[in-house]
């Protein structure tokens, strides 16, 4: 069954303003600035599997200004607009490269370049107070924290890819029973 422009712009908003509250609370409690992120993230797979790149793009977008302009913490609507709010949309795409060793590097070096604009951006509009926090426990623990970055980036790739598999097998025949 074609879905009406109307089904899916509807679909799109409940999909944003679920990763908005999710943001939100991500910020509220205080321990989400980069699980919130994430979470958001995943909301862009029925999306991008029903009605492809142009509309999960779209709802990036509109999420991506709502984060900037509602979520009080920087840092967590920085991470969700930078790094990982289009990665779905980009995985696609990267998965589309033959070599695997290739596709990983390129993976990992949009996550860490994103993740470096994001505290040069919070630098720039913070202060120095940022990079005296990060620098706070020394260079051994940044680097510990840019490798527990880089893992749970490389966990949510896995996600990614079961939460799209769970999508097609379980939800989607689901929901197409009772639409």
């Given at each position: ?14 999909l944003?303003?679920?990763?908005v ?7 509220a ?151």
């Open positions: 069954m074609r879905k009406t422009e109307s089904q899916k712009i509807a679909l799109c908003g409940m944003g303003a679920l990763s509250v999710l943001l939100l609370l991500g910020s409690l205080q321990i989400g600035t980069y699980a919130a992120p994430m979470l958001a993230a995943f909301l862009l797979i029925p999306v991008l599997e029903e009605y492809g790149t142009r509309y999960a793009l779209t709802l990036y977008v509109c999420v991506a200004i709502l984060a900037v302009l509602f979520v009080p913490e920087t840092e967590l609507a920085l991470f969700y607009v930078l790094v990982m709010g289009y990665y779905p949309v980009l995985r696609v795409k990267l998965n589309g490269v033959k070599s695997t060793l290739l596709r990983w590097v390129l993976k990992f070096a949009v996550f860490n370049a994103g993740t470096v604009l994001v505290y040069l951006l919070l630098f720039a509009l913070l202060g120095p107070a940022v990079l005296d926090e990060l620098l706070a426990d020394g260079i051994g623990m940044l680097a510990a924290l840019l490798a527990a970055g880089n893992l749970s980036f490389w966990l949510c790739d896995r996600a990614l890819v079961a939460l799209t598999r769970y999508y097609h097998v379980i939800l989607k025949p689901k929901l197409k029973k009772k639409f």
